[in-house]
């Protein structure tokens, strides 16, 4: 073990998905990195992202009480702890207050920040507006509420109170198959791991849906990018993303939702870190869809910094380690969208060489492929099912390019993945 004293460190729990990110960047400062990992193995989803030789320490929490785990890491007088994704939040706000310098977030709304039910509650108290719902292990009285709350004919969404990547999310019309959707969950573990001892029960919000980005220090809430979701609902479900595309800071709704974003991190008591909210502008104003309190996954950070020169990442490594104050919003340097691959139904790879072919598009930033001729593709039900396949990123100064040459990245993908009946051979 080297010398703590010598060297400024930095303790990241569960350091999986985007929080991987996080250790090249306070490398770049000379700071050493702890992880502190909730189980000896990741989550199946978030394994392959995980790289313990970035680490110069690592913990596993699951092996020791909360209080001898604050001792060890505070023989390292770390500069900040954080979590790297959804299944270290919690232990992350457990472990930041028994250390100094003690950043962390209001302890008496922890499970806020984490479970979705728990969350909206305390939005609603702050006096912004949510949509209604309920969380219960109890159908009887999902269905009650459903009835008095004139929902039992209009669409519906069912969903774990603690999840992440649209797992387990479902769309019901109102009391047909919301009784199948609820037991379906109730009592199951999520891909988290996570029981799920209530169900979550909303009424489903007709708009556009955004994400906003942001990083937060001693209770200033900064803005680090705003993002528009195209999203599509089929029998799969209804979550499945389609793209995700940076808006110019200047554009009006940018305030409407940034505003509303920064009441949100406040009502759950954010005051240090990253975060995202997610949420649906519709017609009557911005409601809540949900809040994680770490860095936006999928990579990211690592792509907003591509679009605005900036991320959560970049902002959370310069506060801590020199405390550079950041702005309060982003510039955007180029039209930028995440054309993420999906199949509508289960499928078979034909011609994956068509997808890397897309690198010749005048928009081409970058490609993740995930897929080779002949592998079987299940049909595409949420984010991690999304992310097992791939995504385009298109990149342009010209708007009109940029979506001509999201259509045919849609053209191609068509051709690519064929129905698993399918009898066809190219």
Not at 85 to 95: P, Q, T, Y
Not at 102 to 121: E, G, T
Not at 171 to 178: A, F, S
Not at 405 to 425: G, I, K, N, W, Y
Request: with cysteine; glycine share 6%; charged share 20%.
């Amino acid at each position: 073990m080297s010398n703590p004293y010598e060297n400024k460190y930095v303790v990241i729990v569960d350091p999986y998905s985007s929080g991987n990110l996080y250790a090249a960047e306070f490398k770049k400062f000379s700071c050493k990195l702890i992880a502190v990992m909730t189980a000896p193995e990741p989550p199946e989803v978030y394994a392959s992202s995980f790289k313990p030789d970035d680490f110069d320490e690592i913990f596993v929490a699951s092996d020791m009480s909360i209080a001898d785990l604050a001792y060890s890491l505070n023989i390292f007088h770390p500069i900040y702890i954080c979590a790297g994704c959804e299944s270290g939040v919690e232990l992350a706000d457990k472990i930041a207050p028994l250390l100094p310098p003690r950043f962390f977030n209001d302890p008496s709304l922890a499970i806020a920040r984490r479970d979705k039910w728990l969350m909206a509650q305390a939005v609603m108290r702050s006096g912004a507006p949510v949509m209604k719902q309920i969380c219960s292990s109890d159908f009887l009285e999902v269905q009650s509420w459903a009835l008095d709350n004139n929902l039992s004919d209009t669409f519906l969404v069912v969903k774990p109170p603690k999840s992440a990547s649209t797992d387990g999310v479902v769309k019901v019309h109102g009391l047909d198959g919301l009784e199948f959707a609820f037991n379906n969950l109730l009592n199951k573990k999520n891909r988290l791991g996570i029981l799920n001892d209530k169900v979550l029960v909303q009424e489903y919000l007709s708009g556009v849906e955004y994400v906003v980005d942001t990083f937060s220090y001693d209770g200033v809430h900064t803005v680090c990018s705003v993002c528009r979701y195209g999203k599509l609902s089929n029998i799969n479900g209804m979550a499945i993303y389609e793209r995700l595309d940076w808006l110019d800071p200047e554009a009006p709704i940018v305030e409407v939702l940034s505003n509303y974003a920064m009441t949100v991190l406040s009502a759950v008591g954010i005051s240090w870190g990253s975060a995202h909210i997610e949420i649906m502008h519709t017609a009557n104003g911005p409601r809540l869809i949900e809040l994680a309190a770490r860095p936006h996954g999928g990579g990211h950070p690592r792509l907003c910094y591509s679009a605005t020169g900036d991320s959560t990442i970049h902002r959370t490594v310069r506060y801590f380690v020199n405390r550079v104050l950041p702005p309060s919003c982003y510039r955007l340097i180029e039209n930028m969208s995440v054309v993420f691959f999906r199949a509508e139904r289960a499928s078979v790879v034909v011609g994956v060489d068509r997808l890397k072919s897309l690198a010749q598009l005048p928009s081409f930033s970058e490609a993740v492929i995930r897929v080779a001729d002949g592998d079987f593709v299940p049909a595409t039900v949420d984010l991690f099912g999304t992310l097992a396949i791939g995504f385009v990123v298109l990149k342009n100064k010209c708007l009109v390019q940029l979506e001509s040459d999201a259509l045919h990245v849609r053209h191609v993908e068509s051709l690519v993945f064929q129905p698993a009946s399918s009898t066809f051979v190219n």
